[in-house]
């Protein structure tokens, strides 16, 4: 199923693996997240630069990105519901057990492992917090 956002055209391009794969990297360094939208977002401002570039309309007006990445948003909820039941403070670097988060996530999202084991994948994928030993994971 194809989103269809109004005043925009999908475009089907190739490129490289290894550029795909740069421009990804660039994109989670840049916005500390992979979200919904950004690689679209920067594709078009690129090309809003090489046209720059070959023209003399430098005047065109970008939007802003897509809202806030549904996983930051589900991380924000597993992050109150820590803060209301197990600590007082989260805050970047701070470790906690696995059996917190993994209790966290099924009050948030739901019980079944798959469910909790997609969001630790998740927000690791993301950047929002990161395995340190099997049974401790290190908020971002």
Same mark, same amino acid.
């Given at each position: 199923?194809?989103?269809?956002?109004? @005043?925009?055209r999908?475009?089907?391009?190739?490129?490289? &693996?290894?550029?795909?794969?740069?421009?990804r &990297?660039?994109?989670?360094?840049?916005?500390?997240?992979? @979200?919904?939208?950004?690689?679209?977002?920067?594709?078009?401002?690129?090309? +809003?630069?090489?046209?720059?570039?070959?023209t003399?309309? $430098?005047? $065109? #007006?970008?939007?802003?990105?897509?809202?806030?990445?549904?996983?930051?948003?589900?991380?924000?909820?597993?992050?109150?519901?820590?803060?209301?039941?197990?600590?007082?403070?989260?805050?970047? @670097? $701070?470790?906690?057990?696995?059996?917190?988060?993994? #209790?966290?996530?099924?009050?948030?999202?739901?019980?079944?492992?798959?469910?909790?084991?997609?969001?630790?994948?998740?927000?690791? +994928?993301?950047?929002?917090?990161?395995?340190?030993?099997?049974?401790?994971?290190?908020?971002?």
């Amino acid at each position: 199923m194809c989103r269809v956002v109004k @005043g925009k055209r999908k475009v089907g391009i190739f490129l490289p &693996d290894e550029l795909v794969e740069k421009i990804r &990297d660039l994109i989670q360094q840049k916005y500390r997240s992979y @979200g919904r939208g950004l690689l679209s977002y920067e594709f078009e401002l690129m090309a +809003r630069h090489w046209i720059s570039l070959h023209t003399n309309t $430098q005047t $065109q #007006k970008i939007e802003t990105p897509n809202p806030t990445p549904r996983a930051a948003i589900v991380f924000a909820h597993v992050k109150k519901y820590l803060l209301d039941n197990f600590y007082f403070e989260l805050r970047p @670097g $701070q470790q906690i057990p696995l059996a917190h988060l993994e #209790k966290a996530i099924m009050e948030v999202r739901g019980a079944d492992p798959r469910t909790v084991r997609k969001w630790l994948q998740t927000f690791h +994928r993301m950047g929002l917090a990161k395995p340190i030993t099997p049974y401790v994971w290190e908020i971002l």
